[in-house]
């Protein structure tokens, strides 16, 4: 409960702090969007009478809206083996990638159930291993924090089958939001990205990745411990740094050529980033699809 309640403050300091430096959103809150005129009628409501429209025709017309449906959100976050590496951080606090992705999904959450949209989780590894399906109860929060901080990373990571499941939970169209290193099988990725963006959801990827694996900076003799089944390797990073810096690089552009195919929202994420800069991505990501529709 004690670190359900540092999650859940961490969230709503974040979320609040961030939202008090934006001057509007649109994203805030149940709106509403005109749509046409109609001839008044006997027992319809005065006060939705176009007044400006009566002074030029001399008729009483209706001004009609359509409400915006409320988003339903469901995020993903990988809790596979390797999602439990964090390096050493030059900031206090330092997380594991894990932890990071924890802080991303209550930040999410916080911010979607305060604008009193829909939220739902799906904790994974090779398998599902929590559901917390969309909701947007007053204990959902709470319900979500409890599924993510019950548990620890552990398992390897397996994709097309859980893109999948989360198809199935998110019947309606929606966002998908997932939150993982994306250590797995690139096939399986593609196949459960073009399976989600098939049912017409929008789907958008944190590549969450800790500074050390993305900069490779390490010196002298190092013992690699390996995860996922992986074999343990001691090297002297010096040799391996070229090729290690090339085959991340290939691999971040084929993850990131594979999304814009499925015309999905990627972004890199590292460790070491302010969760107000992650959220002010969202945001922006949100404001660009909902321009795009228009």
Request: charged content about 25%; overall charge neutral; some cysteine.
């Amino acid at each position: 409960m004690a670190r359900i309640s540092r999650l859940e403050v961490e969230a709503r300091g974040i979320v609040e702090g961030f939202l008090s430096g934006l001057h509007r959103s649109p994203f805030f809150g149940q709106s509403v969007e005109f749509v046409q005129h109609r001839e008044y009628v006997p027992g319809d409501d005065p006060r939705r009478i176009d007044w400006k429209q009566w002074s030029k025709t001399d008729r009483f017309y209706i001004k009609q809206y359509e409400e915006d449906t409320n988003l339903r959100c469901l995020v993903l976050v990988d809790g596979s083996e390797s999602m439990q590496y964090g390096s050493v951080s030059p900031k206090p606090g330092g997380k594991s990638k894990f932890e990071y992705a924890c802080s991303i999904a209550a930040c999410l959450a916080y911010l979607l159930l305060r604008q009193q949209d829909s939220v739902g989780l799906i904790r994974f590894d090779q398998s599902i291993r929590t559901v917390v399906p969309p909701r947007a109860a007053r204990h959902q929060l709470h319900d979500i924090l409890g599924a993510l901080y019950t548990a620890t990373a552990e398992g390897k990571t397996s994709l097309q089958e859980v893109l999948k499941r989360a198809a199935d939970v998110q019947t309606q169209k929606g966002l998908v939001v997932l939150l993982s290193d994306l250590f797995a099988d690139r096939a399986s990725l593609d196949q459960g990205l073009k399976l989600l963006r098939y049912a017409g959801h929008e789907v958008l990827v944190f590549h969450i990745l800790d500074d050390e694996e993305l900069d490779f900076q390490s010196q002298g003799m190092t013992k690699f411990e390996g995860m996922e089944g992986l074999d343990d390797l001691i090297c002297d990073p010096r040799a391996l740094r070229e090729g290690y810096l090339a085959a991340m690089q290939e691999f971040l552009d084929e993850v990131r050529r594979n999304c814009a195919r499925q015309m999905v929202d990627y972004q890199v994420i590292r460790t070491s980033s302010n969760l107000d800069a992650v959220l002010a991505k969202y945001l922006a990501n949100r404001l660009g699809l909902a321009k795009k529709r228009a």
